[in-house]
Structure formats: structure tokens, C-alpha cells
């Protein structure tokens, strides 16, 4: 909830007024109007009507407006007016179930809430001393994830997919199975027609009532896609406050930086990196560090990063990555396949899954993904029928595990996964594996002595010395 004393000297005590001198592309520019960087202005239009708009910047005497609506009857000498300084929204319980668009109104056709607390749209994230470790796993109900990529209570990972591997499907699930209290999922760029296909087909009933949905289309002008991120992590943060373990589900973090970056164009920000200005990159890490463990409760994140073209060295992928505490990689080849959900395993990584699984589950994860990596490794060989079992342990083993480790990694939309069951899977496969291992390193040190054997007898130099 906001500390409003110490907001007070933000508060600017009297009317300031200014008007419109010139429309540049998406923004309008007025003059005479001082007001700080992320003000909410009116501008006024003859006709009796308004356009919110939000202040991203200023030049000279000028001051740089991104408009939060249509522009349609703005014209030069239209009055602006200073509408707020502090940019909040209201919370509370009764939000659970809703959906609401970019700026905290409800949009799904109910009646409007009673909330009595207000929350800041843009908050410092928690300070690293004030951090408690991670050390306790949360549920997602995905056997995937559970078992192999452990995901703790406070931390964050990414989603990366290209588009239609089922990146929206693996939210669902996570959004009805897992064992948070509160689940916040953030819809940010996304097509109008898939918000309802989301909320009715993936997310369902029964994960709807313990969410809350915020929206922000791609028909929706930048600054509200923006927006949306931020209201998503707000009121993930007030239901942190609350003492709740909070899921964060955010889609996409990609579309938060392209509407950034057109927002940063915009004010006339240099483009860099794929013309990405300077603040998209400053933008990611505030966003980010924002969810996480606190001493009240904590905010577990998922953030989807559309990759193009799969290239993991896309910028936004790449910044992620590194500002992320692990990430999951959804694979085209997996679900051309029809092998759901699309998770390469070998190419995701959960950083904290150490410390938040007991060490069997952990080794026994760990000799999962080195005999997935055997098999790669070999995959061309084998496919072929070039290799001949018997000349590697690992190879042979790979081969006969491999049908047990997809059956574990597939999952029916439908089927909800308890993490001992999941765990329980691990360990199971981890024990096949060293016994298949033992019984083929057996064989092999048996072979090779039978065709010692075979030689010295065949050999008469040998004969004849005995």
C-alpha cells in the first residue's frame, strides 16, 4: 500500500495548465506545461471531450506527450491540463477472479469492485539485504518443471518459445496446478481474439478464481502495453505484502520491450542494438528485480521471451537470460512431434533447483540430463543404424531409457502432477539408469574377456608358449 507522507513532496499544489503546439507522429508536444517526467496529463478538445496522455519527456520549453487513446480532434491550441503526479491503482481481495485492463478498470462485464487500498503503478523493488534465500520449492504441477527444472518460492525464470510451441498451454497449467495462493498473469501485446481463448480454454474456472488478469492488446497504444507490465507486478506486490505466495505470469516480456522501445523512439531516444533505445535495457532489470522473496511473502515469476527466427542471441533474450534466475526453453522440433509440453530439457536450466531439492532428487535430475545429453550426442549415429550397441555403456543405456524419460516428460493438458509424484518419477528413473548402467558395463567387461579369450586360444605362438 502507498506511504502517502512520503509521497507528499511529489505532489505538485496547484493547477498547471499548458497547451498543444504540435503533433510529432505518435506524441504531441505542448508548451508552457512543466510538469514532471510520468505525470498523467488531460488534453482538452473542443468538442467537450479529453484524451489522457502520459508526459515521457521534454525538450527546451517543450514537454513530450504519449497519448493513452485515439487523437482524433486534437488540434493546436488544445488546453492541457496536469490530471495526477503519482501514477497508482486500487487493490484488494475482491480483484481475485477479474479481469482488468492496463489502467486497473475491470473489462470483463461485472460490476466494479469495492477496493479500499491503493498501490503504485511503479515500485522500487526490495532491497538485496532485505532478500531471504530461496530455499523452498513451489509446485507448478508441470512433471517437467517439478522434476527437473525445480523452480523455488521468490524466483525467476524465463519462458523462451517461438511462436505456437504451446508457451500459452504450459501457462495454463502452471496458472490451475500450481500451489501458490495467488496467481497475477499479465497479457501484454497480445491479440484480441487469444485474451478470451486464454482465460476460457487454458486458464478455465478453476484457475480464474484465485487469479487476477490484467490485459493490454497489441491494437493498444504503447504506453498502456507498458502499463499493463506494471499493474501486473503491483498487484502481485500487494498480494506479497499480504503474507500470500504469489505466481507472476507474465506474456510477453518481449512485447514489454518492443512497446518500449517504440515509446523510446518516440521521445527521441537513439536506437542501439536492433534499434532498441538505451531505456528498453534500463527498463528489463526494474521490471524484473521487482518480483521475488520478502520477509511478508513472496512473488514467483514467469516471464515468456518471444525468440525470432530461435535465436537465443536475440537482444531481449539475451538480456534476459542474464537477468533471470533460469529459463525454459520450448522446442519447435518437440512439438512438430506432438511431444507437449515442447520443454528441451538439455537446453533449459533452474539455477536454484540445488538448493531447494534434497541431494537424491538433484543427482538423480542430474544423471537424467546427462543420458539425454548421451543420446543427442549419438542421436545421428543411432537414427542411421550406424551404432553398434555393446560399444559404448552410456550409448546402450540411453537408448533403452529414453521411451521412459519422454513418457515422464509428456503430460495431458488435463492431468495435474503432485510434486512427490514428480520427484518420486525422478528418482525412480535415476535408480534405472545406474542399474542399466551397471548391467551394461558388466556385459562390456564380459565381452571383452570372452574375446580374449577367444584370441589367445585362436593364437599358436600363445599355445605353443603354454
Known amino acids: 500500500m502507498i506511504d502517502f507522507k512520503s509521497h507528499l513532496e511529489h505532489i505538485i499544489p496547484a493547477e498547471i495548465e499548458g497547451s498543444v503546439t504540435q503533433s510529432l507522429g505518435i506524441t504531441m508536444i505542448a508548451n508552457g506545461f512543466p510538469v514532471p517526467v510520468g505525470s498523467l496529463a488531460e488534453i482538452r478538445i473542443p468538442n467537450g471531450g479529453s ?13 513530450i506527450l504519449f497519448p493513452l487513446g485515439r487523437q482524433e480532434g486534437v488540434r493546436p491550441g488544445c488546453r492541457v491540463r496536469l490530471a495526477r ?3 497508482w491503482l486500487r487493490v484488494g481481495d475482491a480483484l481475485l477472479g477479474r479481469v482488468l485492463d492496463a489502467q486497473g478498470h475491470v473489462i470483463d462485464g461485472k460490476s466494479q469492485p469495492l477496493l479500499n487500498h491503493r498501490v503504485l503503478f511503479e515500485q522500487p523493488p526490495p532491497h538485496p539485504c532485505d532478500r531471504p534465500r530461496i530455499q523452498e520449492p513451489l509446485p507448478t504441477g508441470v512433471k517437467a518443471i517439478d522434476g527437473l527444472l525445480t523452480c523455488g518460492k521468490g524466483q525467476r525464470l524465463g519462458i523462451f518459445a517461438a511462436a505456437g510451441v504451446g508457451k500459452s498451454v504450459l501457462l495454463g497449467m502452471m496458472a490451475r496446478y ?71 505470469l507474465m506474456d510477453s516480456l518481449t512485447r514489454f520491450a518492443l512497446a518500449q522501445r517504440e515509446i523510446g523512439l518516440a521521445a527521441g531516444e537513439p536506437p542501439t542494438t536492433r534499434g532498441y533505445p538505451p531505456s528498453t535495457f534500463a527498463l528489463l532489470p526494474r521490471l524484473v528485480e521487482r518480483a521475488g522473496r520478502t520477509p511478508q511473502g513472496s512473488i514467483t515469476a514467469f516471464y515468456t521471451v518471444l525468440v525470432e527466427g530461435n535465436d537465443p542471441d536475440e537482444p531481449v533474450a539475451d538480456a534476459v537470460r542474464g537477468l533471470l534466475d533460469g529459463h525454459i526453453w520450448l522446442s519447435r522440433s518437440l512439438a512438430n512431434r506432438g511431444h507437449y509440453p515442447a520443454i528441451d530439457v538439455l537446453e ?38 550406424a551404432y553398434r550397441r555393446g560399444s559404448h ?30 520427484k518420486d518419477s525422478v528418482i525412480k528413473l535415476g535408480d534405472q539408469i545406474n542399474d542399466a548402467l551397471r548391467a551394461a558395463t558388466t556385459s562390456q567387461h564380459a565381452g571383452k574377456e570372452a574375446t580374449g579369450r577367444q584370441v589367445m586360444a585362436g593364437n599358436p605362438a600363445t599355445r605353443s608358449g603354454s
Open 85 to 87: 503526479t503519482l501514477r
Open 393 to 422: 555403456p552410456k550409448v546402450d543405456v540411453s537408448i533403452q531409457i529414453r521411451d521412459a524419460i519422454n513418457n515422464f516428460l509428456r503430460q495431458n493438458v488435463e492431468h495435474r502432477a503432485e510434486f512427490n509424484e514428480s
Open 51 to 63: 484524451v489522457l496522455a502520459e508526459v515521457i519527456g521534454f525538450k527546451n520549453e517543450s514537454t
Open 178 to 248: 500450481t500451489a501458490a495462493d495467488v496467481i497475477v498473469i499479465g497479457l501484454i501485446g497480445e491479440r484480441g481474439r487469444e485474451v478470451n481463448d486464454f482465460i476460457e480454454r487454458d486458464l478455465g474456472p478453476e484457475g480464474l478464481k484465485k487469479s487476477v488478469v490484467v490485459v493490454a492488446t497489441s491494437s493498444e497504444p504503447a504506453i498502456l502495453r507498458v502499463q499493463a507490465a506494471y499493474a501486473a507486478s503491483a498487484i502481485a506486490e500487494y498480494f506479497r505484502d499480504q503474507g500470500k505466495d504469489v505466481l507472476l
Open 348 to 385: 533449459s536450466l533452474s539455477r536454484l533447483m540445488p538448493d531447494i531439492v534434497d541431494p537424491r532428487h538433484y543427482q538423480s535430475a542430474l544423471q537424467i540430463r546427462d543420458i539425454m545429453g548421451v543420446y543427442r550426442e549419438h542421436e545421428d549415429l543411432i537414427t542411421i543404424g
